[in-house]
């Protein structure tokens, strides 16, 4: 498929939640996920729709890989698609693995995907038309996964690391420290040295209960 779904399409954070469109795929390596198995378990999902060709998809994938290094304990999955190679042709298993090795990915990545390109394109744009990269988040609704929520459309890793820090680790209940209305009382660095926050750098955040907790945001 030529590139004739690509304009611009302005990001956005909303909430929307009417029938998140399912997906099954397959890695190269043989490994199956499916959406609506990953919303059933209470993940948040992320996924990242990307080219090849587009440098802005390359840097996306980077920052990306952080937030999954970062996250992943956080019962947060991250799923990278892969549509076009260098040479605006679908992209096959060789043009995912020169993909995974020269971005440092390493969360799943499927090729294959533009049926489901099309469904979440027709879903989540007024127009039919979508930018890649292209980032979509849910929060989940593991009772009914089709009614999980969209909590943000858009193109920047940043606003969804602070999505998932200000809003899924307080409302998913997975950060003991807010929970149980504990206070920040410092901010580590990674040798334990006290400082305040600073984005681009991995940070222990020590709360009054004697919790901790990793957090980095890039900007």
């Known amino acids: 498929m030529k590139s004739t779904i690509f304009a611009l399409f302005t990001s956005l954070t909303f909430t929307l939640?009417?029938?998140v469109p399912d997906w099954t795929q397959y890695t190269c390596n043989a490994n199956g996920y499916s959406m609506y198995t990953e919303l059933s378990k209470g993940k948040a999902v992320l996924l990242s729709f990307?080219?090849?060709?587009?440098?802005?998809?390359?840097?996306?994938?980077?920052?990306?890989e952080d937030l999954w290094q970062n996250m992943m304990s956080e019962n947060v999955k991250v799923f990278g698609f892969l549509n076009e190679n260098q040479d605006f042709n679908t992209a096959d298993c060789d043009d995912?693995?020169?993909?995974?090795?020269?971005?440092?990915?390493?969360?799943?990545?499927?090729?294959?995907i533009e049926d489901v390109l099309v469904n979440y394109i027709n879903k989540y744009t007024t127009n039919g038309v979508v930018n890649l990269p292209w980032l979509l988040l849910f929060f989940p609704d593991a009772e009914n996964p089709g009614n999980s929520m969209l909590a943000y459309s858009g193109?920047?890793?940043?606003?969804?690391?602070?999505?998932?820090?200000?809003?899924?680790?307080q409302s998913a209940g997975l950060n003991g420290s807010l929970q149980n209305n504990?206070?920040?009382?410092?901010?580590?660095?990674?040798?334990?040295?006290?400082?305040?926050?600073?984005?681009?750098?991995?940070?222990?955040?020590?709360?009054?209960?004697?919790?901790?907790?990793?957090?980095?945001?890039?900007?």
Do not use: M
């Open 17 to 19: 939640t009417a029938q």
């Open 50 to 64: 990307s080219n090849q060709w587009s440098p802005a998809s390359a840097e996306t994938a980077n920052k990306t």
């Open 96 to 112: 995912a693995d020169v993909w995974a090795t020269v971005n440092g990915t390493t969360y799943p990545t499927f090729i294959n």
């Open 155 to 169: 193109s920047s890793v940043n606003e969804v690391n602070h999505i998932l820090h200000d809003q899924w680790l």
């Open 182 to 219: 504990a206070s920040l009382v410092k901010v580590l660095d990674q040798l334990g040295r006290e400082t305040s926050f600073k984005p681009n750098t991995p940070l222990i955040y020590v709360y009054s209960d004697g919790s901790t907790k990793k957090i980095f945001i890039a900007e």
